[in-house]
């Protein structure tokens, strides 16, 4: 039963990655328009909308450590039996490492954000 759960509660984190990447699709640029944009802004839309691509990465990250560490709670709860032998590689530890990872990669990206929304504000 207890597998059961952990399977199921993976399950449910999947779900709500797919809902959170479809809802951040409108400010999401590809690579390639990013850099280009990146190249070229100049504008206030330009930065405003490299912004806006940055925030909405940075919430995607936020909402994908707190995912890992809802996963490392049912992992603390129902250990698996490879997590002894290696827990640093599955896990609760595991978990925690990488939404510890995931945090500070969005701070870094709201930290783009917040500079091309003041060359935004410079910008005509």
């Known amino acids: ?8 509660s993976l399950l449910l984190f999947s779900t709500a990655t797919a809902q959170s ?10 690579g390639k328009e990013l850099h280009d944009l990146m190249l070229s802004a100049k504008t206030k839309a ?4 490299i912004a806006n691509h940055y925030k909405a990465e940075s919430d995607h990250l936020l909402t994908q450590a707190k ?3 809802e996963m490392a709670d049912a ?8 997590a002894a032998k290696n827990p640093l590689a599955i896990g609760e530890k595991h978990c ?24 935004a504000a410079k910008a005509q």
């Open 75 to 82: 992992y603390k709860r129902n250990p698996p039996l490879l």
């Open 67 to 69: 995912e890992h560490e």
């Open 96 to 119: 925690r490492g990488v939404a510890e990872r995931l945090r500070q990669a969005a701070e870094g990206t709201k930290a783009l954000a917040n500079m091309h929304e003041q060359a």
């Open 1 to 8: 039963m207890n597998r059961r759960s952990t399977l199921a």
């Open 21 to 30: 990447a479809a809802a951040q699709s409108n400010a999401h640029l590809s």
């Open 46 to 49: 330009e930065h405003q909308k």
